[in-house]
């Protein structure tokens, strides 16, 4: 039943995508083993370019797996990832340079001020120092850090965090951007600021990708979604492809999942009964 | 009108009188130990392990401290351990903050209580427990060991419960004034250096026994013990020791000192107990002032003197953070510290040797090693901007060059400094040579190891300095370099042998220009060597050092 839905539906997203242009990434056959755990278990994956992308599924799934050997982070077993067209493990100098990261779980250079962390990754960047200086700038500006700029990450929230992650993830303007849980922990002011960001990145043709087990805000941001299951693509395609029939994308993903039917049967029949 | 104010009476209960407190604090404090204990057979064990220890150390000094009786430099000795004492109770709360939940004031903050009452039954309780037990059996044996006739023993008798008193009040006056400091990321950093302080504290311990041995005995303690006898609580056992001599007016004034002391430590404890449960803590509030300011430029000085390209922003993050993480910071002071005391030390007792200062360059260029677990997981960050072998040659050539902008000048001032305790300025070019040689061959070995070795420094805490399940990775990394390192030098070590024993001491001086040649080839081959490698393992270095 899900076997079908996934044939389906990538199918259609075959016939969606724009075969002018190369894919934002392609993934072919990726695997990753830690030790007898599989967290990712041979997955194709077609992002196309230029499109608000939403890498949805449970807590444990392998979305940050997936993302890490994407990036280039971590090693993958077997398979191969193209960034615009480019091997990440063959051609990093291509895909290295094409790629903002803003991962999940690793640390920043914490003992930075926000701005040192935006200079020195800049240049480390190979950007010149003055446009480092004017974008680290604005982006501050944008993000609403500029009155924190001169306090070391260490001290920063988790939503400061967040945005000077961001920050330094678009400082050399990338062609594609990938954000492990960006609103993970983050206040609704800080999420709101990093989504009008993220969205007048894309209307520049630009690519996003992240991660996220929250269905609204996938369903509100992206214009197209991956579902993510035990290791496994469930699903890939436009919004409308993926939330098929159901009412809201929380139910087509549910079903797609298989937790759909958890809440039936007799189980716990007694709450909520006669007391 | 705060909790503090509250009138006495409406509090029911014990917390009315004041010995009903003290009560309620024993019984509470006695309480968490035995759940404390109840929890694991392991953690009984260990209690039981470390009681019966401390007791036995205690019995045995205290056995000690009686066969002391009628030495003449009894007097000075116990003095100075009281002294050693308090300083050991004074810095305990910074090495362990969280040590005892009875006493921690926030906890309290919620009860009706007045500070006087408060602060007698939060003494009582601080008596309960190992330390002090340790601390009564030490002050009893001072003072056992010097108490002489009658005047003698009663000055003992109150001069032992003022010293563990004075003792139990320094400890809780500090931690309570410290407990916003320990408690934010600032102390939290302080507590990492507190490895620092006992690394080099033992090292001076070390030279000061040594000191001792030399300058017949405990003779050489008299000095010091006159100034110490002075001051609280050692006064207090200085006032045992007056007493038994004669001296009632100073014996009287000493005590005097002691109870004067505790008075003034118990008055300022109170203080910023009711300052601590009174005032909010307001450290974790974003500031309420103007919120937005517009970004300015960056006005470091520093990057405009470093390199363009990659080298110069590398070079700046490594420098920074010596200064700024704390992790880096305690590694740094202790390599520079024991670089320069062990060569100096050993030349002003006479025992030294020129060729010791290489030692500096040794404890400097360890530094070098395991390069990218200091970075902790935020190597993700460089591993995201290396695509090349060349990216990589030029991170590690920019990490090493930052190193080299200390522990180049560092090695020569030690090696210069140590030639002149010694007056041995002969032989400072072949030693500096040889210093700059090993500085070399430690910067190849450790990118070599950075690169092949990686391991996760876990960032809290002060013993811990490598991740669970890595410290076999961190050995091999630390002591194989080391030896290899070591071998690296070989030619050169080779060619200064050689020249002492062909007797060509007038060619000695070449030593400096080829010792610092051959290490700044061997760090450029190391550094060439580890860059592939480096740029080849991006995925495995990140996972290695990710584990802190």
Redo the contacts between chains.
Sequence with gaps: MQDRAETDRAARAGEAGRPATPPAVRVQGLWKRFGQQTAVAGIDLELPAGKFIGLVGPNGAGKTTTLSMVTGLLRPDQGTVEVAGHDVWRDPVEVKSRIGVLPEGLRLFERLSGRELLAYTGRLRGLPGAEVDKRATQLLDVLDLAGAQHKLVVDYSTGMRKKIGLAAALLHNPEVLFLDEPFEGVDPVSAQTIREVLERYTRSGATVVFSSHVMELVESLCDWVAVMAAGSIRAQGTLDQVRGEASSLQNAFLELVGAGSRTGGDSLDWLGGKR | MSVLDAPVGAAPGPAGTGEGLVGVFVRLKLTLLRNGLRQSAGRRAAYITSVVFALLIAASQLLGLILMRGNAHAGALVVLLTGVLAVGWTVMPLFFPSGDETLDPSRLVMLPLRPRPLIAALLAASLVGIGPLFTLCLAAGSVVAVAHGAAGAVFAVVAAPLTLLLCVALTRAVATANTRLLTS?KGRDLAVLSGLVIAVGLQVVNFGAQRIGQAGGLAALEPAADVVRWLPPASAVGAVDSASRGAYGQALVQLLLSVAALVALLWLWQRSLVKLMTAPDGSTLA?AGP????????G?RL?ALLP???T???M??SL??IA??PKTKAAWVTALAIGLIVPVLNALQGTGSIYFACFAAWMLGIQMYNQFGQ????F?????????PRDAYLELRARALALLLITLPYTALVTVVTAGVLGDWGDLPEAMGLSFALLGGMLATGAMASAHFPYSIPQDGAFKNVAPGQAGLAWISIFGGMVSAGLLCAPVIAVTIWLHLADLEQWLWLLLPVGAAYGALISWAGLRLAAPRTADR???I??AV?KG
């Design positions: 990321r500031a919120g937005r300011e517009k970004a300015g430029k960056d470091s990057s363009q390209g990659r110069g922003p590398v700046e993050r920074r953070y700024r993480d970075d902790t997981s935020a993700w960050m460089v591993a995201l901007t290396i695509s090349s991006l995925p495995e990140l996972t990710s």
